[in-house]
């Protein structure tokens, strides 16, 4: 309750809500009223977090000898479990305001022009580790297909069951790739074989592996940690 007084101390000292609701706050004939707070709160940090996102800038790059070697697997089940995709039969699906909504063997995305990058992943556990990946600068993607840019989110589906989505404008930054390969290789099923998502800018659990549906939409589509009250946002 601490931190929770001190963060409704913090939002009074800058008006963001009245000492009327902060009384409210404390009523225990209320016990929601917490959450509720707790979930403006995070609602309006996201709105602040998006307002400051500068779709520019871009996050650091490393040299090659500083990849972290052995790689860091992280899910949410262990890595005994991570379950294999074929990638001779894989597709990519894509849903939503796509024009185009054929999906996407392997091949295909193989064909597509790749970026590579040297970058930092940041687990909310907290943990850090330095790993290169290719693939297919998102941005491009959707252009390609038709995506309507002027939408929200994109949302992504997993083949274990994950989920996750973001906002359009770090959709398009230039380091967020569909990635394929790691390490100079393609992905190996534990680092999202046959498809992930690379996004510099944001939290590890905004990294979907095994990718194996993508949509544009302006329906909020949360996340597998975004729902369990993770912040939505979560920039790097
Ligand atoms: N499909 C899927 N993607 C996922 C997860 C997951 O459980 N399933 N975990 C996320 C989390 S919390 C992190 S930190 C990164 C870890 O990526 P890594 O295994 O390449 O280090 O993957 C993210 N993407
Ligand atoms: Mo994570």
Same mark, same amino acid.
């Given at each position: 309750?601490?931190?929770?007084?001190?963060?409704? #101390?913090?939002?009074?000292?800058l008006g963001l809500i009245s000492?009327? $609701?902060?009384?409210?706050?404390?009523?225990?004939?209320?016990?929601?009223?917490?959450?509720?707070?707790?979930?403006?709160?995070?609602?309006?940090? $996201?709105?602040? &977090?998006?307002?400051?996102?500068?779709?520019?800038? *871009?996050?650091?790059?490393?040299?090659?000898? =500083?990849?972290?070697?052995?790689?860091?697997?992280?899910?949410?089940?262990?890595?005994? /479990?991570?379950?294999?995709?074929?990638?001779?039969?894989? #597709?990519?699906?894509?849903?939503?305001?796509?024009? $185009?909504?054929?999906?996407?063997?392997?091949? =295909?995305?193989?064909?597509?022009? &790749?970026?590579? =990058?040297?970058?930092?992943?940041?687990? !909310?556990?907290?943990?850090?580790?330095?790993? #290169?990946?290719?693939?297919?600068? *998102?941005?491009?993607? *959707?252009?390609?297909?038709?995506?309507?840019?002027?939408?929200?989110?994109?949302?992504?589906?997993?083949a274990d069951g994950y989920y996750?989505?973001?906002?359009?404008?770090?959709?398009?930054?230039? #380091?967020?790739?569909?990635?394929?390969?790691?390490?100079? /290789?393609? *992905?190996?099923?534990?680092?999202?074989?046959? !498809?992930?998502l690379r996004i510099p800018t944001?939290?590890?659990?905004? +990294?979907?592996? &095994?990718?194996? &549906?993508?949509?544009?939409?302006? !329906?909020?589509?949360?996340?597998?940690?975004?729902? =369990?009250?993770? +912040?939505?946002?979560?920039?790097?």
């Amino acid at each position: 309750m601490t931190s929770r007084r001190k963060l409704l #101390q913090r939002a009074m000292a800058l008006g963001l809500i009245s000492p009327l $609701d902060a009384c409210n706050y404390e009523d225990p004939q209320h016990p929601d009223l917490a959450d509720d707070f707790l979930h403006m709160m995070s609602a309006w940090n $996201d709105r602040v &977090q998006a307002a400051l996102f500068n779709p520019h800038t *871009l996050a650091p790059t490393f040299r090659p000898d =500083q990849i972290t070697r052995p790689p860091r697997f992280n899910a949410y089940y262990d890595i005994s /479990q991570v379950p294999v995709v074929d990638p001779a039969t894989y #597709q990519l699906e894509l849903g939503g305001q796509i024009a $185009d909504k054929s999906p996407w063997t392997l091949a =295909q995305l193989n064909a597509l022009p &790749q970026e590579g =990058q040297i970058t930092r992943l940041t687990c !909310v556990e907290g943990w850090r580790v330095i790993g #290169q990946w290719a693939g297919v600068p *998102l941005g491009q993607f *959707l252009r390609r297909v038709g995506a309507d840019t002027t939408c929200r989110y994109v949302s992504f589906r997993c083949a274990d069951g994950y989920y996750s989505s973001i906002d359009m404008p770090s959709a398009l930054h230039p #380091q967020t790739i569909l990635a394929l390969q790691f390490l100079g /290789q393609p *992905l190996t099923p534990a680092f999202g074989a046959p !498809v992930r998502l690379r996004i510099p800018t944001k939290l590890g659990f905004k +990294n979907p592996k &095994q990718i194996v &549906q993508l949509a544009v939409t302006n !329906v909020y589509p949360g996340g597998y940690w975004e729902d =369990q009250g993770y +912040n939505w946002f979560s920039g790097s």
